[in-house]
Nanobody
């Protein structure tokens, strides 16, 4: 059983930064997703096992950075220049199987409990 624990969410003002962390119980291709109230869960970014490949949604490209520390089995999401539209519960996800970057909700097998990010204008 893969366990994922997110941390680092909070309430910030527009233009501020936050860093989310996701501690995993192993080493997997990982992704970050978010879900705003009344909306579907949407892809944010993903990273492969070796960090050689990353992929971003257009809405966060240039503002968010995904990284990982495999020695700690931890994936990070650095979020800069936050906007009110970034307000959501953020989830990390792990995929079993072939290494790579994946953007589909159904491509991931395990999910964290989520951490709330709220950005005020």
């Amino acid at each position: 059983q893969v366990q994922l624990v997110e941390s680092g969410g909070g309430l910030v003002q527009a233009g501020d930064s936050l860093r989310l962390s996701c501690a995993a119980s192993g080493r997997y291709p990982m992704g970050w997703f978010r879900q705003a109230p009344g909306k579907d869960r949407e892809f944010v970014t993903s990273i492969n096992w070796s960090s050689s490949n990353t992929y971003y949604a257009d809405s966060v490209k240039g503002r968010f950075t995904i990284s990982r520390n495999n020695a700690k089995n931890t994936v990070y999401l650095q979020m800069n220049t936050l906007k009110p539209d970034d307000t959501a519960v953020y989830f990390c996800a792990a995929r079993l199987g072939i290494d790579g970057v994946y953007s589909g909700v159904y491509e991931y097998h395990y999910w964290g409990q989520g951490t709330q990010v709220a950005v005020s204008s």
